[in-house]
T-cell receptor
Framework: EAGVTQFPSHSVIEKGQTVTLRCDPI?????LYWYRRVMGKEIKFLLH????????ESGMPNNRFLAERTGGTYSTLKVQPAELEDSGVYFC??????????????FGEGSRLTVL | GDSVTQMEGPVTLSEEAFLTINCTYTATGYPSLFWYVQYPGEGLQLLLK?????DKGSNKGFEATYRKETTSFHLEKGSVQVSDSAVYFCALSARNTGGFKTIFGAGTRLFVKA
């Protein structure tokens, strides 16, 4: 069974440019999460999808960040325009049926974003 | 709000040494507690978990006990190996209206020398 996959693994862009990160969750997982780790600090929650709906987007830093999950399958996270402080590793995670289990997450390898 | 605090690293040990990585949490409800590990070049993966007070999670020689009275979930291993070198994240997961919300600590990098 394929795990969570993320693309690209590393992106280097200049301030003001746009970047789109993609996440493919484990097949059948309703829950999809985006997290970010900046400069060795804690992994911070960005948002949570249940199928195609945004359940919680309280962690999104500002309106330069836009996440979508069309059809409840893969998700994209777009940063436009990118700023220096957006640099970090963006993790995607998925989990099983909404409302069940203990909250265990299955992670992708992360997308490292460097904004110059 | 809920939070997780874990000891700062890096932690450097010799092979076969005893490992403790401290983790404490604050939570309004009754969360599940987790340790995730990130090996070099890989994503995070679950190491162990405990879902209620006094539960002990264990895996690959690592153990952690859910201590409600001290709000702690310290990670221990009796004899570390070079292959244990990684970043370890303590986390709690609590139910909210949409399912679960997971809060992570800052991570502790472990280096094990041969």
């Amino acid at each position: 069974e394929a795990g969570v996959t993320q693309f690209p693994s590393h992106s280097v862009i200049e301030k003001g440019q746009t970047v789109t990160l993609r996440c493919d969750p484990i097949s059948g997982h309703d829950n999809l999460y985006w997290y970010r780790r900046v400069m060795g600090k804690e992994i911070k929650f960005l948002l949570h999808f249940v199928k195609e709906s945004k359940q919680d987007e309280s962690g999104m830093p500002n309106n330069r960040f836009l996440a979508e999950r069309t059809g409840g399958t893969y998700s994209t996270l777009k940063v436009q325009p990118a700023e220096l402080e957006d640099s970090g590793v963006y993790f995607c995670a998925s989990s099983q049926v909404a409302g069940r289990g203990t909250g265990e997450l299955f992670f992708g390898e992360g997308s490292r974003l460097t904004v110059l | 709000g809920d939070s997780v605090t874990q000891m700062e690293g890096p932690v450097t040990l010799s092979e076969e040494a005893f490992l403790t990585i401290n983790c404490t949490y604050t939570a309004t409800g009754y969360p599940s507690l987790f340790w995730y590990v990130q090996y070099p070049g890989e994503g995070l993966q679950l190491l162990l978990k405990a879902t209620k007070a006094d539960d002990k999670g264990s895996n690959k020689g690592f153990e952690a006990t859910y201590r409600k009275e001290t709000t702690s979930f310290h990670l221990e291993k009796g004899s570390v190996q070079v292959s244990d070198s990684a970043v370890y994240f303590c986390a709690l997961s609590a139910r909210n209206t949409g399912g679960f919300k997971t809060i992570f600590g800052a991570g502790t990098r472990l280096f094990v020398k041969a």
